[in-house]
């Protein structure tokens, strides 16, 4: 399974962008897909998690502002930012909780995507 994350890249305060997470390989499904960030040295947080349902969890910092969608039928998810500040600059990594079945028995695996660099600056 790989986790293909894109859409990042430089933008002005307040100005928008969307990224993309594609999952790929062999597995039944997806349960929960989920947004993270890592600041240049500080610690790996959470933006926004989504159900394989949609119900949508976002973090206080960037609610309002982000938007977390997912197209179950291409495995990918999104996050829309919309309005954003340079405190938001990081490098945003994808994550997936990827079901299998073996022997009848159901299995759920993190995986993690490769990271894509967000910049927000004048």
């Known amino acids: 399974v790989q986790l293909q994350a894109s859409g990042g890249g430089l933008v002005q305060p307040g100005g928008s962008l969307r990224l993309s997470c594609a999952a790929s390989?062999?597995?039944?499904?997806?349960?929960?897909m989920r947004w993270y960030r890592q600041a240049p040295g500080k610690e790996r947080d959470l933006v926004a998690s989504?159900?394989?349902?949609?119900?949508?969890n976002i973090a206080d910092l960037v609610k309002g502002r982000f938007t977390i969608s997912r197209d179950n039928a291409e495995n990918t998810v999104y996050l829309e930012m919309t309005r954003l500040k340079p405190e938001d600059t990081a490098v945003y990594y994808c994550?997936?909780?990827?079901?299998?079945?073996?022997?009848?028995?159901?299995?759920?695996?993190?995986?993690w995507g490769q990271g894509t660099l967000v910049t927000v600056s004048s």
């Open positions: 390989g062999s597995f039944f499904g997806i349960d929960d």
């Open positions: 994550n997936a909780a990827v079901v299998t079945y073996y022997s009848s028995r159901r299995f759920s695996r993190n995986y």
């Open positions: 989504i159900t394989s349902t949609g119900s949508t």
